[in-house]
């Protein structure tokens, strides 16, 4: 009897930690993959496209929303994420990032996990929106290599050696 219900416990946590997140991920991409082609048809511009990406919320809607799972995509000029539920595009042109970091919680939602956290302006004002990906340092490094090439060198108002 006790090996029973082992058994049945290993099933119950395999079914809970494997097969659900698999037809979780699943459904995500189904939804949301026609839409990342819509926005962006020419794949060789799309520098990453993730749809196991959780968001943590955006700091201008407050602490109250919740966690959502969607799809970021990086392109040479913004990045993307389209949240599955509720429904919702966050657009970030890569100039009007101030900064990204990898951070453990965001609103006051904390996880083990590292995330993303992308500082931008909009409007005038200063927001923010962390996103736990697979590779969240990986991300992070092709959001600042993108931003670079996007940006471009920068330039020196003042000159090192003036002209005489």
Not at 100 to 119: D, E, F, Q, R
Not at 141 to 159: F, N, Q, T
Request: aromatic residues 6%.
């Amino acid at each position: 009897m006790m090996w029973l219900a082992i058994g049945g416990g290993l099933l119950l946590f395999a079914f809970v930690f494997i097969v659900v997140p698999k037809v979780a991920l699943g459904a995500v991409r189904r939804s949301l993959e026609p839409k990342v082609v819509e926005l962006f048809p020419d794949k060789e511009s799309r520098l990453i496209e993730e749809y196991r990406a959780n968001s943590f919320g955006l700091e201008s809607l407050g602490a109250m929303q919740a966690r959502g799972n969607g799809a970021l995509v990086l392109t040479p000029r913004e990045v993307v994420f389209l949240q599955l539920l509720p429904s919702r595009e966050v657009r970030i042109p890569l100039e009007t990032i101030t900064e990204t970091s990898l951070v453990h919680s965001h609103l006051g939602k904390a996880t083990p996990y590292k995330l993303v956290k992308i500082s931008f302006e909009k409007g005038g004002a200063s927001d923010a929106i962390a996103i736990f990906l697979p590779d969240s340092a990986g991300v992070r490094d092709r959001i600042e290599a993108a931003r670079s090439r996007a940006l471009g060198p920068a330039v020196d108002p003042v000159p090192a050696h003036p002209t005489p």
